[in-house]
Structure formats: C-alpha cells, structure tokens
C-alpha cells in the first residue's frame, strides 16, 4: 500500500483535528481584513478556495496568488502563506519581502517558513511522506473554512463516505478527464487535475465550470470525462452527455448512486469529500497505469530552487 493511501483515508480525523484548532488561531485572517493568500501547486489551489469562500463568506476582500506572481505594488492587512514543506522557494521569499504580517499554514513546524512568518498555525498531524499532497491540502482549507464559521461536523462526515465510495469513473476506462469548478470549487477542480497529473501522469484539465463551453468542450469526447464539483451550470451536463463524454457529478446518478446516499433527496457530498473521490480516482490510475503514486515523475517534496 502506498503512503498516499493512508494519507487519504486520514482526512476525516485530520479535518476535525483542524475545525477544533480553528478557534485557537488567533493568527487567521479577522473579518474586514484586506488578506491575499498564496501557495505554490496544491498549495496555491488551496488558495483560491479558500479566497472565494472568505469572500462569500463577507469577510472582506481576499486575492489568491501563485507565490511568484504576488503583485509587489498592492497593499493587504495580511498575507496568509499555505505550504505544507514550509521549505518552497518562492513562498520564503515573499515572506521575506512583504511588509504585511504574514500568516504561515504549515505542516512541518521546524520548516523556514514557520519562522520567517510573523505568525504560524502548524498543522503536523497533517504532515505526509507522500510527495504527493492530499490531506495536509485538505486539512488546511478545513481549517480555514472553520474559521470562517462553517460547521464541519456534517462535512467529515461526507469525508468518512468519501474514503470508502465507490469511484464514479473507471480509471481503465477513460484516456482524459477535465475537472470542473465554480467559485470556490475551481480551486478545487484544479486540485483534482493536478493530483491525475503528478500520481499518474494522466492527461487531466481544470477550468470555472463557466467557461469550459468557450474552448476546453472540443476535447470531450467517447472515452473521456468531465467531472464537475459544486453546482453546475444550466445546460452543462447536456452539453457534455451529447459529446459522448462521462459527465460526473456528486448530484447525479452514475457511479454515486452506488453510495445510495442522495437518491430521496439528500444532498450531494460536500465538495471537499468529492475531492477525496478524485484523490482516490489519481491513485486507482497511477494503479492501473503500473506507477507508484508516492514518487511522482520529476517532482520532489517540495521545489527549492538554487
Ligand atoms: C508545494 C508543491 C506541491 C507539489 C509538490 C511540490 O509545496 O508545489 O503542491 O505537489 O510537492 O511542492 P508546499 O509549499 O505546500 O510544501
């Protein structure tokens, strides 16, 4: 078994370890705060998630940037840094550079970044061997979306179902998949392409569900999927089916009806659970594609530049 697959099915516990955390950290960004949040790969997917929700949320006006791409001239109340190595080039010199107080979400509490932020939240019950990241993503939009007020009782509880389920597509059976958001799910959907990408080197795309009928439609096709979480827009599902390509969705029968969970009128999985359903679908094709999850072609732990 694969580091990674322990890692997975820890996400209910770690996501309650981190809800009850939440209150404690008095380093998270306070309502009316101007906050940019930014991360590097899974990290900055965090990111976007988190920045969308805080919005919606009405905490006030949040940016969510790749680490390199911080736009020196603007000015926040607070810059939140996601990275789970606490080592990732680009994110220690920006907590360098900027004058805000920065906030570091990180796992390994010895790593550069703890120390170089003006505050810190570790989360090293989430840390992971894997290079690939699962939980300690998760755990840290757990957190944050906590602080935000949310109640994640129901939402691990979506997470238990998650690690066990069925998986909506079979990995033998599709050649490419497109990954498919709104608000704050794009971020997610950019998660779950990136995990096809980096554990199975598995063709995989991501695009705000909105805009995938400008363009991104012409890949789908028989033998593909489009797998879309959170709402999805009016239309969609029909424009995908007449494609020939799988169209996915927490809310639609297919393989989910398996988990009989919402057939009577219950509500799908929160999106979050649905990423661990993508994770596992990652591993399910590194699997079937005779690759080893945990070491990633061309990728380390962390990117640490010279
Ligand atoms: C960020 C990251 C990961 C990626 C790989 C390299 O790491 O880009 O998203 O999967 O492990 O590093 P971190 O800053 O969160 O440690």
Do not use: N
Not at 23 to 40: D, F, I, K, Y
Not at 153 to 168: F, Q, S, Y
Not at 175 to 187: H, N
Not at 272 to 299: C, N, T, Y
Request: proline share 6%; charged share 20%; hydrophobic share 45%.
């Amino acid at each position: 078994m694969a580091y990674v697959d322990g890692e997975i099915a820890s996400q209910p516990d770690c996501w309650r370890q981190a809800a009850d955390l939440a209150g404690r950290s008095e380093a998270l960004p306070r309502p009316g705060e101007r906050v940019a949040v930014v991360g590097c790969g899974t990290s900055w997917f965090m990111a976007m998630a988190y920045a969308a929700l805080r919005e919606r949320a009405g905490h006030g006006e949040t940016d969510a940037f790749q680490a390199s791409e911080f736009p020196a001239s603007r000015r926040y109340d607070r810059v939140v840094a996601i990275t789970r190595s606490g080592t990732t080039t680009e994110v220690l010199d920006l907590l360098g550079a900027v004058d805000a107080p920065t906030t570091a979400i990180v796992g390994d509490p010895s790593a550069p970044a703890a120390q170089l932020s003006s505050d810190a939240v570790l989360l090293p019950f989430a840390d992971e061997r894997s290079v690939v990241q699962t939980r300690f993503a998760t755990t840290a939009l757990a957190l944050l979306r906590a602080h935000l007020g949310e109640d994640l009782g129901p939402v691990a509880v979506d997470a238990e179902v998650a690690v066990r389920a069925p998986l909506p597509v079979d990995p033998t059976m599709i050649d490419q998949v497109t990954f498919l958001g709104r608000g704050w799910t794009v971020g997610l959907a950019h998660e779950a392409a990136l995990k096809a990408r980096e554990a199975a080197t598995f063709w995989a795309e991501a695009y705000p569900a909105m805009d995938y009928r400008h363009g991104p439609i012409s890949v789908a096709a028989t033998g593909r999927a489009v797998w879309a979480f959170g709402e999805v827009p009016e239309g969609l599902a029909e424009d995908v089916a007449a494609t020939g390509a799988a169209f996915v969705h927490g809310s639609l029968g297919g393989g989910y009806s398996a988990l009989g969970r919402w057939g009577g009128g219950r509500k799908p999985l929160d999106p979050m659970a649905d990423l661990i359903l993508a994770q596992r679908f990652a591993v399910a094709l590194a699997a079937s594609r005779g690759l080893d999850p945990d070491a990633p072609r061309h990728l380390s732990r962390s990117v640490v530049l010279a």
